[in-house]
C-alpha cells in the first residue's frame, strides 16, 4: 500500500486523465492537469543562439501563465510530487518544463516522475509506487527535434507569407511531407497505362465439374497479351483444342498473425475498416487511453508486457481451445530503427471483448476498441494453415499449344483468422494427371495498368517517420485535408519548386509553380 501522506500532487496533461486518476488514487492525492506543454520557443523571434551550441530560448505560453502559477503554489504546499504526464518525449519535456518555469530547488527535491502505459488503478499505483527521474535523454531529443523545426521552419516561412498566404508555416516534417507528396503527384501525372489481357478457359471433367484456367503459357514461351491480336491468336484455335492435365501440385502453406497495433498500422487499419481519417481515429484513442480501457497510443513498438501476452492466452483458450494457442508466444520485432521499445504496442487493458456505447463511449469508440481488441488477441493466436492446388493444363491444336494454370485453397486450420476472416475457399475438382478436360469457353478481358495511389493521410505519417510526434498531425490536417483527398495542380517544374520552397496547404504545390 502507498503511504499516506498530508498532501501528493500528481499533475497530469489532460483534464479527463487527471480526473480518473483521482478515482484510483484516492485521499492523500490531488490530481492536476498542466493541459499541455506551459512553455515554448518564442513566436516573435528564432529563440535559437546557433552561435551558443544552439541554446533555446522558452518562454510561458500563451494562457499558461496562471496554469504555471497556480500548479507552482500547489507543488510547494505539497509533500510529494509526481510528475506523471504522458510515457514519451513529449510527455518528459512537459514535466521538465514545469520545473524549469519554476525555477524552485525545494520543489525540484521532491519532484519524481511517475510512468505508466495504460490508465489502470494497478498500472497507476506501481507508477507511483516506484516514481523515477526525469529521462534527460528523451528531454534532450525533444528539444533537438524543436529546435530543428525552428531552424527550417522559422525562415522559411516568411517566403509563404509573401508568396502564397499569411499564417502558413514550414518545417523539418512539412518540407520532407510536401516533397514526398509531389513526387508521387509527378509519378502519377507521369504515368501512362498498359493495356493487357486476361484469357481464361472454361473447361469441364468428364463428371461435368467446372474448372477455370488462366493462359500463361503459348508455343513454349510465356503469354503476355497486350493487344486484341495477341487475344486472337489464342481464340482463333481455342475451341478445336485437346487439352489434358498436365500436373497436378498440393502443398500446405501457413499465414502468421499480423504484430498488435502500433500507430501507424491502427491508423490504417481504421481507415480501411472503418472509414475513419487519422485524426479521427487518433482522437477516439485518446479517449480511450484516458479512459483507462487501452495502453498509450502513440508508440512504434510491437513489444507486449508478459502480463499482456498471459491474458490474450487465457482469453484464447477459454473463448476457442487450445489448439488456437501456439505452444510459445508469437514475438514481433519493430520495423522502426528508432521504437522505443520500452513501451508496448496499443492494445486492451482487460480482455474485455467489447464495450458498451453509453456516457461518453460512443458507437465509434466502441468500434475503435474492438478493432483494437481483436488485433491483440489475434496477434498471439496460431498460425492459419491452407492446403493448397494447383492444376497444370495443355491445350493442343495441331502445331499450336498452350499452358494454363488455376488454383485453389482450402482453408484446414483458420488460427487467427478466426477473428479476421478472410475469402472463402476455392475448392477445385479432384483430377489426376494427364485426365482429359472438355473445351466449355474463353473469356478475354481487356484491363490497363493503374497508377501509384496518393498517399494517405496514415502513410504520409509513417513515410516522415512522425507518427508519434505532433508535427505528424499537422502535416495531416494541411497537407491532405482527409485520408483520401489529393493535390492537384499544374506539376510543371515540380521537383525544382519543391526543392525551393515547400508548404502546408493542398493546393501549394500549384501555386509555388506558379511563382517559381
Avoid at 122 to 136: F, G, H, R, W, Y
Amino acid at each position: 500500500m502507498i503511504q499516506s501522506l498530508l498532501m501528493q500532487l500528481v499533475i497530469v496533461e489532460s483534464p479527463t486523465k487527471a480526473k480518473k486518476l483521482t478515482q484510483y488514487l484516492g485521499k492523500g492525492f490531488v490530481v492536476e492537469a498542466s493541459r499541455g506543454h506551459v512553455r515554448d520557443l518564442p513566436k516573435s523571434k528564432l529563440g535559437v543562439d546557433v552561435e551558443n551550441n544552439f541554446e533555446p530560448t522558452y518562454e510561458t505560453l500563451r494562457g499558461s501563465g496562471k496554469t504555471v502559477t497556480q500548479l507552482k503554489k500547489l507543488a510547494k504546499q505539497a509533500d510529494k510530487l509526481y510528475l506523471a504526464t504522458d510515457p514519451d518525449r513529449e510527455g518528459e519535456a512537459i514535466s521538465w518544463h514545469l520545473l524549469e518555469a519554476w525555477d524552485d530547488k525545494e520543489i525540484n527535491k521532491k519532484a519524481e516522475r511517475a510512468v505508466f502505459h495504460e490508465i489502470t488503478k494497478e498500472a497507476v499505483l506501481k507508477a507511483i509506487q516506484n516514481p523515477k527521474t526525469i529521462n534527460d535523454a528523451m528531454v534532450d531529443a525533444q528539444q533537438a527535434r524543436r529546435v530543428l523545426d525552428r531552424l527550417v521552419g522559422y525562415k522559411l516561412s516568411p517566403v509563404l507569407w509573401k508568396k502564397i498566404r499569411r499564417g502558413l508555416s514550414a518545417g523539418r516534417v512539412q518540407s520532407v511531407a510536401l516533397r514526398l507528396i509531389v513526387e508521387r503527384e509527378d509519378e502519377i501525372e507521369a504515368f501512362e497505362p498498359e493495356e493487357y489481357w486476361e484469357v481464361d478457359l472454361e473447361l469441364s471433367t468428364d463428371g461435368k465439374e467446372s474448372i477455370t484456367a488462366r493462359v500463361i503459357g503459348l508455343n513454349g514461351k510465356k503469354y503476355e497479351p497486350h493487344s486484341q491480336e495477341d487475344v486472337d491468336t489464342v481464340q482463333s484455335w481455342a475451341k478445336d483444342g485437346e487439352y489434358t492435365v498436365k500436373s497436378v501440385e498440393k502443398r500446405q502453406r501457413s499465414r502468421k498473425p499480423y504484430a498488435p497495433f502500433t500507430t501507424s498500422t491502427l491508423q490504417q487499419q481504421a481507415s480501411s475498416r472503418l472509414g475513419m481519417s487519422a485524426k479521427r481515429s487518433m482522437a477516439l484513442a485518446q479517449q480511450l487511453y484516458e479512459e483507462g480501457l487501452i495502453t498509450y497510443h502513440r508508440t512504434d513498438s510491437t513489444n507486449l508486457s508478459s502480463q499482456a501476452v498471459s491474458m490474450a492466452r487465457e482469453y484464447i483458450t477459454s473463448q476457442f481451445g487450445e489448439k488456437y494457442v501456439p505452444s510459445k508466444p508469437n514475438v514481433y520485432s519493430s520495423k522502426s530503427k528508432n521504437a522505443q521499445e520500452a513501451h508496448e504496442a496499443i492494445r486492451p487493458t482487460a480482455a474485455k471483448p467489447s464495450i458498451p456505447a453509453k456516457g461518453k463511449i460512443t458507437e465509434s469508440h466502441a468500434k475503435l476498441y474492438d478493432l483494437i481488441f481483436r488485433r491483440f488477441v489475434a496477434s498471439q493466436m496460431t498460425v492459419a494453415k491452407y492446403d493448397i492446388t494447383t492444376i497444370l493444363v495443355s491445350g493442343k491444336q495441331g502445331k499450336n499449344e498452350l499452358e494454363a494454370r488455376c488454383s485453389g485453397s482450402i482453408i484446414t486450420h483458420d488460427g487467427w483468422m478466426k477473428l479476421f476472416p478472410g475469402s472463402e475457399d476455392t475448392i477445385l475438382p479432384d483430377v489426376s494427371e494427364k485426365e482429359t478436360l472438355k473445351y466449355e469457353d474463353i473469356i478475354t478481358q481487356q484491363k490497363f495498368t493503374q497508377p501509384p495511389t496518393t498517399l494517405q493521410r496514415c502513410l504520409l505519417g509513417e513515410r516522415t517517420g512522425k507518427t508519434r510526434h505532433w508535427s505528424s498531425k499537422y502535416v495531416c490536417e494541411h497537407y491532405l485535408g482527409d485520408s483520401r483527398s489529393r493535390v492537384r495542380g499544374t506539376r510543371k517544374q515540380s521537383l525544382q519548386a519543391n526543392r525551393s520552397r515547400e508548404d502546408s496547404h493542398p493546393f501549394l504545390a500549384q501555386k509555388f509553380r506558379r511563382h517559381y
